[in-house]
């Protein structure tokens, strides 16, 4: 007799992982496909919430219906993120090779509290301390405003001299897909006359810079004023230049106040009553002899 051997259907490992989310965020659970998905099927608590066949839209079933979203690559998103939520997840999905399973085992926490910040000075550097009381550990890191760079760590150390009293320092807790952050200006931190030589140093700057401008207003102010009043001269000498002269219209007083007349070639000269210009005076009372002749 002939005997046929059927080989058993190929079963992947399954796949079981502890996952942890945080009321009121959008979570994601991590999966993890080497092969393109043909078939997706997704259960809570054994109750179906969402399957997609393949180059069909997906379904969705029970509470999730409305807050989930099932991708391409087979990962469940549950948006905003209730403590209703929490419980064992099973995904199951064929990749026109062989079925995949993974379980996922979902814990909900509380909202993230809002950490808080304390900080206190030595005579050589600045400590700022950052803490938040949750149930899991957290990831912490600062930045501060004047840097672009973040540190990972829950505590941060700045010299007193680097220190400039204009930068905030900011914290920041992650945990799973939700971060919060506190700030704190440093100048709350740091006790009167400690670690300002950034702001004095600044204030310098400014100084030095308002100085000198206030200097070069003044230098121009003065030019401008010298200037008008060089065109000024200008415009008088040039406008003397232009008044009558002798011979042309009304001379000026050669002989101020009471002079003496002074005898010219044609008879005496004497001065009008205004001061105008002297005129030939012959004397009314005589004549010439060639006068009675005639």
Do not use: M
Not at 193 to 207: A, E, M, P, Y
């Amino acid at each position: 007799s002939n005997f046929f051997f059927f080989p058993p259907p190929l079963i992947a490992h399954i796949y079981c992982k502890d996952v942890v989310g945080i009321v009121g965020e959008n979570f994601t659970f991590p999966v993890q496909a080497d092969q393109k998905i043909v078939e997706t099927v997704w259960k809570k608590n054994k109750d179906k919430v969402a399957e997609q066949e393949w180059q069909k839209k997906p379904t969705y079933f029970g509470p999730l219906s409305n807050r989930s979203v099932l991708t391409e690559n087979g990962s469940l998103t549950i948006i905003n993120l209730e403590k209703d939520d929490a419980g064992t997840y099973e995904l199951q999905y064929w990749d026109s090779v062989k079925d995949h399973y993974s379980n996922f085992v979902l814990v909900v926490l509380d909202s993230l509290p809002e950490p808080e910040i304390s900080c206190n000075t030595s005579d050589v550097e600045l400590l700022l301390n950052c803490i938040a009381h949750f149930q899991r550990p957290l990831n912490y890191a600062w930045k501060l405003s004047n840097n672009l760079h973040s540190y990972q760590n829950q505590n941060l150390s700045i010299p007193l001299e680097n220190v400039d009293t204009t930068t905030k320092a900011t914290c920041i807790i992650t945990f799973s897909q939700t971060e919060r952050s506190s700030e704190i200006p440093l100048t709350q931190c740091l006790p009167e006359g400690k670690g300002d030589s950034s702001h004095r140093r600044n204030r310098v700057i400014l100084g030095t810079l308002f100085v000198t401008a206030a200097v070069i207003l003044v230098l121009s102010l003065i030019f401008l004023h010298r200037k008008g009043r060089i065109k000024l001269k200008t415009r008088r000498r040039t406008s003397q230049n232009k008044s009558p002269v002798n011979g042309s219209g009304e001379q000026e007083q050669l002989f101020p106040g009471n002079s003496q007349q002074q005898p010219n070639s044609e008879g005496e000269v004497t001065q009008d009553a205004g001061g105008g210009n002297g005129e030939p005076l012959n004397n009314s009372s005589s004549c010439n002899k060639e006068d009675v002749k005639a």
